[in-house]
């Protein structure tokens, strides 16, 4: 018994080059806008603190601008949070999936496997020079709008308790704190919950079972 790889018809091959091209534009149109959102995040942040610093000889002045900036750009930086996890796992799942059909191309004609980069180690993501675990969501765009966003809601809290409640100068420290702290815990938990399962999961489907789904068997 042998082994033959039936001739794709040239139909399939159209529409699996279209679709890794689509991937592709995919890829790249999520890390472009991850960049965007959290550039214009930044933006928002170091103009709204401009703004305070220059409101800052006057108090009443001082608290109209950081109790109207500071929620703003607060809940700005959510919202980035929110839309850079959704981009960055649309972008591992493309990526994927890619892999997938990069893998199917070094299997047509299996000499030439080494030019796709397969014959290496199972882990996909090693042909990119990047391997994927379990903390790698602490590394991430969002990660970073996080901390910021993180300390942006601290401050908050702080300057609450020292303009508005006037409490004593431990209170607002403390509490500015633990606030940050506790926002700090729930934004990266919540990109823990999100992207890990999608970064330790297997892609739909492996190279081998695509591959040896393929193959017909005849008598030799």
Not at 208 to 214: A, H, I, L, R
């Amino acid at each position: 018994m042998t082994l033959r790889v039936p001739e794709p018809p040239p139909e399939f091959m159209t529409a699996l080059t279209t679709e890794h091209y689509m991937l592709q534009g995919t890829s790249s149109s999520t890390t472009s806008e991850g960049g965007s959102r959290v550039s214009i995040y930044l933006s928002a942040l170091s103009s709204g603190l401009v703004a305070i610093g220059f409101a800052s000889a006057s108090h009443r002045a001082l608290e109209a601008l950081a109790f109207t900036v500071l929620p703003v750009v607060f809940i700005l930086g959510c919202f980035t949070v929110v839309r850079l996890t959704d981009t960055s796992v649309a972008n591992i799942v493309s990526q994927r999936r890619m892999d997938l059909i990069t893998a199917y191309y070094a299997s047509i004609y299996p000499p030439a496997a080494a030019y796709f980069g397969h014959g290496e180690p199972q882990v996909t993501e090693r042909r990119h020079g990047v391997h994927y675990g379990r903390w790698s969501f602490l590394f991430t765009m969002a990660s970073m709008v996080v901390v910021v966003n993180s300390v942006v809601g601290g401050a908050a809290v702080a300057l609450v308790c020292a303009l508005a409640v006037k409490a004593a100068v431990p209170v607002p420290v403390v509490a500015g704190l633990a606030a940050g702290l506790l926002l700090l815990a729930g934004g990266l938990y919540y990109e823990h919950r999100r992207l890990t399962p999608v970064v330790l999961g297997t892609p739909a489907g492996t190279a081998s079972s695509t591959t040896d789904s393929g193959r017909s068997v005849e008598p030799a």
